[in-house]
C-alpha cells in the first residue's frame, strides 16, 4: 500500500505559475505509475496528466495544452516524489488536484485504473 500527500497549490493569477509535488510512501514508488487529476465543483474528475514507472513515458488530457508545454508531469524516484509543473494558469485551472498512484508491471502512462489517492491540493487561479 502506497500513502500520497500533495502539496504546492495556493491562490495564483492568471498567467502565473505553480508546481505541485505529490510525496509518496510505504511502498516502492519504482513499482508505481503515477498521475494527476484535477476536479472542480459540480465537475468530473479530470485526467490531467500521468507518468510511466520510469519516466520515460508521460501522457496529458486534451485541457493541459501539453504541446505548449503549460503543464508538465515529471517524477524523481530517488525522492519518490511526482510532480506537476503548471505555467499560464487560466481560471478554468481551479480545481483540486489529487495525485493516483496505480500499481504495474508494465511501463506505461495510464489514464484509468488509479490504485491509491491523496486528499488533494487547491489550486485557485484568479482573473
Known amino acids: 500500500q502506497v500513502q500520497l500527500v500533495e502539496s504546492g497549490g495556493g491562490l495564483v493569477q492568471a498567467g502565473g505559475s505553480l508546481r505541485l509535488s505529490c510525496a509518496a510512501s510505504?511502498?516502492?514508488?519504482?513499482?508505481?505509475?503515477m498521475g494527476w487529476f484535477r476536479q472542480a465543483p459540480g465537475k468530473e474528475r479530470e485526467f490531467v496528466a500521468a507518468i510511466s514507472r520510469s519516466g520515460g513515458s508521460t501522457s496529458y488530457g486534451d485541457s493541459t495544452d501539453s504541446e505548449k508545454g503549460r503543464f508538465t508531469i515529471s517524477r524523481d524516484n530517488a525522492k519518490n516524489t511526482v510532480y506537476l509543473q503548471m505555467n499560464s494558469l487560466k481560471p478554468e485551472d481551479t480545481a483540486v488536484y489529487y495525485c493516483?498512484?496505480?500499481?504495474?508491471?508494465?511501463?506505461?502512462?495510464?489514464?484509468?485504473?488509479?490504485?491509491?489517492w491523496g486528499q488533494g491540493t487547491q489550486v485557485t487561479v484568479s482573473s
Open positions: 493516483g498512484a496505480k500499481r504495474t508491471v508494465t511501463d506505461g502512462p495510464f489514464r484509468y485504473g488509479y490504485d491509491y
Open positions: 510505504g511502498s516502492t514508488f519504482s513499482n508505481y505509475a
